[in-house]
């Protein structure tokens, strides 16, 4: 069987297969902040405020006027995972909830029957530029778990297993396991309502760093799943003879044992796979229902209901400059790191 099943170019967003909804990879090097953990006015000069998605300098606001980030916007019917390789996010909901993660720590949130959230990257440093690397992810839930109640929880970095491979010539693989399961480890659980948390599913999220001429061994899995591999960042690496250059997706066969013999630099991967949900799929922007008239239905909540509206006196919230990395839930729960 052949183990590649197609090779493309990345793009942005990033394709996905089902039960994957949407991925993109955000890298920006943003400057010092200011005194509002911001950006300075003259730095914004040439720049679409409100729907910045153009890389200049280096990095971009997105939907931030002041601050980088996504301020406050409706989700119904799916699911997001937002992983931190590098920066600051800070989170905060229509729950009251909310809360600040860093390098290596991943948020997972439900939004089930329907949430409003905020994502910015607020720019803590003073002195020194503020790098911020992520993936956004959405998983979607299929029609039995679509009205949950919302939920999220966070994966901490120091909590999340880690696979450290040494191949026979000693060179180095690092594997974080952020859904799943490879060889006897296994992933901190989901939220409770997640495709992910029915492990017959076989949801797996990986990030993978390869050494420079390493060789590692990706696992057979469910055989129904699909599995993407995105080579986001490195020069080249080889499956089956085949050599791949960076910045492309490859759909790989579930069933096998995928060989990876890396290139000549540190190469680095993130891995999505799970079984199909193989629901009808009907999208209007942040909301992912199974019908039309779902989603009519949805829009008309939203405008009923706004999600429980918005508990903040900012749309754009940060928390403090000397908060640590925390998690304040909606039942007043309070988690710190």
Request: aromatic share 10%.
């Amino acid at each position: 069987m052949n183990k590649i099943l197609s090779i493309e170019p990345l793009g942005f967003p990033w394709k996905t297969q089902d039960p994957f909804l949407f991925c993109a990879y955000h890298r920006d090097e943003y400057p010092n902040g200011n005194s509002s953990m911001g950006v300075d006015i003259e730095e914004l000069n040439q720049r679409n405020i409100g729907q910045d998605f153009t890389v200049k300098d280096g990095w971009r606001m997105y939907h931030g006027r002041t601050i980088p980030g996504f301020p406050y916007h409706p989700h119904r019917g799916f699911e997001t995972i937002t992983i931190n390789k590098e920066g600051v996010v800070d989170h905060s909901d229509s729950l009251g909830a909310a809360g600040r993660f860093m390098g290596g720590d991943v948020q997972w949130m439900t939004a089930g029957k329907g949430i409003q959230h905020s994502e910015m990257f607020p720019l803590i440093e003073e002195k020194k530029g503020n790098p911020l690397e992520i993936f956004q992810i959405w998983l979607n839930l299929p029609k039995q778990s679509k009205m949950v109640d919302p939920h999220f929880k966070m994966l901490w970095n120091e909590d999340i297993p880690v696979i450290n491979h040494s191949d026979s010539s000693n060179r180095k693989t690092s594997i974080q396991i952020i859904a799943g399961k490879i060889d006897d480890v296994e992933a901190l659980g989901p939220t409770p309502n997640s495709w992910a948390a029915n492990p017959h599913n076989s949801v797996g999220v990986y990030t993978v760093k390869m050494e420079a001429g390493a060789n590692w061994k990706l696992p057979k899995t469910n055989p129904e799943a699909n599995r993407s591999l995105f080579f986001y960042k490195g020069e080249s690496f080889q499956i089956e003879d085949q050599n791949i250059t960076s910045d492309h997706m490859i759909e790989l066969a579930s069933s096998e044992d995928i060989e990876i013999q890396n290139g000549n630099q540190d190469a680095y991967f993130l891995i999505l796979e799970g079984k199909p949900i193989g629901e009808p799929v009907a999208q209007h922007g942040p909301f992912v229902m199974n019908t039309q008239e779902e989603i009519r239905q949805a829009m008309k909540d939203y405008g009923k209901t706004q999600f429980g509206g918005w508990p903040w006196a900012e749309t754009e919230v940060v928390h403090s400059r000397s908060k640590g990395r925390f998690a304040l839930h909606s039942d007043g729960k309070e988690e710190a790191k």
